[in-house]
């Protein structure tokens, strides 16, 4: 029977699947947030099938679309009693500049917003649960910076720096997470997957695709880049180590702008005016 209830953003390929499979192995409830029903469908099947463990669930969430995720907070809600783990692992990068319905630069939305947004709908499930967050950043928060007024910003746009700019903010989202909630029995991390060879670069074109084929001989597994996702959300006595950074499963320092206190309550403040009509 599973003991552990595990809500799961980004599960239907790559780091998020894997992640599904091992700890459906390890007896955990999951709760799939997936923008498509039917690839989450699939996935549940052959979690099930290969693991034996019937406790897999599928719910409609869109983190391009704020609205749905609202839906999928209430819908978790309606049927939980608590939640111990919530996984922050979807993401993406785009080539180009795109808008979401929610007028947001879409890297920032998928990657950080929606998350955070997210994460405050589920809050009362996760402080009864004593949770742990677990958010999902990158080796390349560290070419990151706060840039307010640019956001969304069309003419300066570029796909690695909205990208590596989103992976510091969930450094600065996990260490807020984790001062303002630890009376609460809550803790959160980040980590750094490893560099995975997944369909991450589908939305790719140009020079960027280009690279990232040329660096996938040397990239991992998705089931070794989830070993550190899997470890955060399995480990014993981690509590000391709440807002850490971790890379193959030990802390380790993030860049010196992960540190930035003002920035990170910057963004905290900016992200929380953003989402304010759907947080009510």
Known sequence: ???????????TSGIGEAVAFALAKKDHALYLLVRNVQKGEEVKQRVVKETGNQD???IYCDLTDLATIVAAAEQLKSKL????????????MFNKFKLTKDGFETTFQLNHLGHFLLTERLMPLLEKGHARIINVSSAMHKTGKLDVEHINDRQRYAATKAYSNSKLFNIYFTKSLAGRYASKGITAFALHPGVVKTNFNTKLSGGLKFFFSLATPFMISAEKGAQ????????????????????????VRPAKIANDEAAREKLWSLSDNMVAK???
């Open 1 to 11: 029977m599973a003991i552990t209830t595990t809500v799961i953003t980004g599960a």
């Open 56 to 58: 897999i669930h599928i």
């Open 81 to 92: 009693f608590n939640v111990q783990v919530l996984i922050n692992n979807a993401g993406g």
């Open 228 to 251: 550190t996702i899997v470890y955060l959300a399995t480990a014993q006595k981690l509590q000391s180590k709440s807002g850490g950074y971790f890379v193959k499963q030990k802390a």
């Open 278 to 280: 759907f947080n009510t």
